[in-house]
Nanobody
Framework: VQLQASGGGMVQAGGSLKLSCTPS????????MGWFQQAPGKEREFVAT????????YYADSVKGRFTISRDKTKNTVYLQMNSLKPEDTAVYYC????????????????????WGQGTQVTVSS
């Protein structure tokens, strides 16, 4: 399964961006998709995840209330709507997927995901 992520760019603080990720094959209804971010010199960190079937969502505390993850089953695409962006949100954002339904305690773990996209750069200027 290949993941194609898009939608990154440069925006001023307070602005918005919407990322998209489309897998090359359909994620089974039992699957989970998520977004991670990696800033220069830092580890890749969890941002948000969604269970494909029920649409259950989980977020990192740093983005709660500002970011929204969603999926469109008809388009086989997951989105990350990012509002009220801050300079500290600057990072490469990676889409991730697994065909397994992750339990809540695993959704933020990088090792729980089997497939990764190429990353898309998000830059927020102050």
């Amino acid at each position: 399964v290949q993941l194609q992520a898009s939608g990154g760019g440069m925006v001023q603080a307070g602005g918005s961006l919407k990322l998209s990720c489309t897998p090359s094959a359909r994620i089974f209804n039992s699957g989970t998709m998520g977004w991670f971010q990696q800033a220069p010199g830092k580890e890749r960190e969890f941002v948000a995840t969604i269970r494909w079937s029920a649409g259950d969502t989980y977020y990192a505390d740093s983005v709660k209330g500002r970011f929204t993850i969603s999926r469109d089953k008809t388009k086989n695409t997951v989105y990350l709507q990012m509002n009220s962006l801050k300079p500290e949100d600057t990072a490469v954002y990676y889409c991730a997927a697994t065909t397994r339904r992750l339990i809540s305690s695993n959704t933020s773990s990088k090792t729980a995901y089997d497939y990764w996209g190429q990353g898309t750069q998000v830059t927020v200027s102050s």
